[in-house]
């Protein structure tokens, strides 16, 4: 079965304070891995795509990363604007119903200033 | 702008009535979903269509329907058959096939029963 696990549940830092986020996935073939963030009463918002091991990709004081089997999200010197759920999602690499998606838990970061 | 439209976005439902959420896009995309969402879990596929007037179920359809009569168009009906539809619900919408993990979601609409 597919699955995603994201950790912590839950991770305070204060500002300037950088940390990771972790996502591990056990998937039937990967597409792709997919990380979103999501504010208090809002739909999430894409954040990242990565396809294969060893990928990275940065945006701002965000940095995804990707092995074979977990992803992390790297924040550096995050800001309290930063402060959001993070969701991690995989693509299993199906021919049918490839488009489905499998959604962890999330992580919710707070950011103190 | 382009995006998604939800609506409404809160709704209040009596127990045996059924309610219908509403989803517009207008970013001309083929694809587009309707998730659920629960305090502590991830998101949960609920029906998903690729193209006009076909779709599928996804993981937790029992109790909902859909239709997609228009490709602008992806409303979400949450029948007296689901016991228990108190819920965060969300739309999205994807180019297809080419980058179908890349989602544009709506706003929400949060779902409660009295």
């Known amino acids: 079965e597919d699955q995603v696990t994201q950790s912590p549940e839950a991770l305070r830092l204060q500002e300037g304070e950088s940390s990771s986020l972790n996502c591990s996935y056990t998937?039937?073939?990967?597409?792709?891995l997919f990380w979103y963030r999501q504010d208090p009463g809002k739909g999430p918002e894409f954040l990242f795509t990565l396809y294969s091991a060893g990928e990275e990709k940065e945006k701002e004081r965000l940095k995804a990363t990707l092995t074979k089997k977990e992803s992390f999200l790297h924040i550096t010197a995050p800001k309290p604007e930063d402060s959001a759920t993070y969701l991690c999602?995989?693509?299993?690499?199906?021919?049918?119903?490839?488009?489905?998606?499998?959604f962890g838990q999330g992580t919710r970061l707070t950011i103190n200033p | 702008d382009g995006g998604i439209t939800q609506s409404p976005k809160y709704l209040f439902r009596k127990e045996g009535q059924n309610v219908t959420l509403s989803c517009e896009q207008n970013l001309n995309h083929d694809a587009m979903y309707w998730y659920r969402q629960d305090p502590g879990q991830g998101l949960r596929l609920i029906y998903y269509s690729q193209i006009v007037n076909d779709f599928q179920k996804g993981d937790i359809a029992e109790g909902y329907s859909v239709s997609r009569e228009k490709k602008e168009s992806f409303p979400l009906t949450v029948t007296s058959a689901q016991k228990n539809p108190t819920a965060f619900y969300l739309c999205?919408?994807?180019?297809?096939?080419?980058?179908?993990?890349?989602?544009?979601f709506g706003e929400g609409s949060r779902l409660t029963v009295l």
């Open positions: 999205a919408s994807s180019m297809g096939r080419v980058r179908a993990g890349e989602l544009f």
């Open positions: 999602a995989v693509q299993p690499n199906l021919i049918q119903g490839a488009q489905k998606l499998v």
């Open positions: 998937v039937s073939g990967l597409r792709g």
